[in-house]
């Protein structure tokens, strides 16, 4: 089972900039792509972007979040990073990575595999 451990969340001003990053280890299967999605508390996760490890290909929530998410591998073989630029206090939640070996990888249940978060706080 591909484990995902993500990195690089905390504490942080609203204005800042944050990056996350996440790798995977114990793969045994390449795997195709990796994402990144957020839970707030009394919220639903959602998607936030999601990146093809071979190809670049990627894939964001809405064309508006291109303007301060940026989502990024130098890793094929399983790491991805996600720079958010201006964090605002509505960005505070719990932000997972994820994988998958399947070609699509834009929806939750594309995914197949999870870490168990970072946390980020952005205080006003």
């Known amino acids: 089972q591909v484990q995902l451990t993500e990195s690089g969340g905390g504490l942080v001003q609203a204005g800042d900039s944050l990056k996350l990053s996440c790798e995977a280890s114990r793969v045994q299967f390449t795997l195709y792509a990796m994402g990144w999605f957020r839970q707030a508390a009394g919220k639903e996760r959602e998607f936030l972007a999601s990146i093809g490890l071979s190809t670049g290909h990627v894939y964001y929530q809405n064309l508006s979040m291109k303007n301060r998410f940026t989502i990024s591998t130098n890793n094929p073989k399983g790491a991805v990073d996600l720079l958010i630029k201006n964090l605002r206090p509505e960005d505070t939640a719990m932000y997972y990575c994820?994988?998958?070996?399947?070609?699509?990888?834009?929806?939750?249940?594309?995914?197949?595999?999870w870490g168990q978060g970072t946390r980020v706080i952005v205080l006003s």
């Open positions: 994820a994988s998958t070996r399947g070609s699509t990888y834009f929806r939750e249940s594309d995914f197949g595999s």
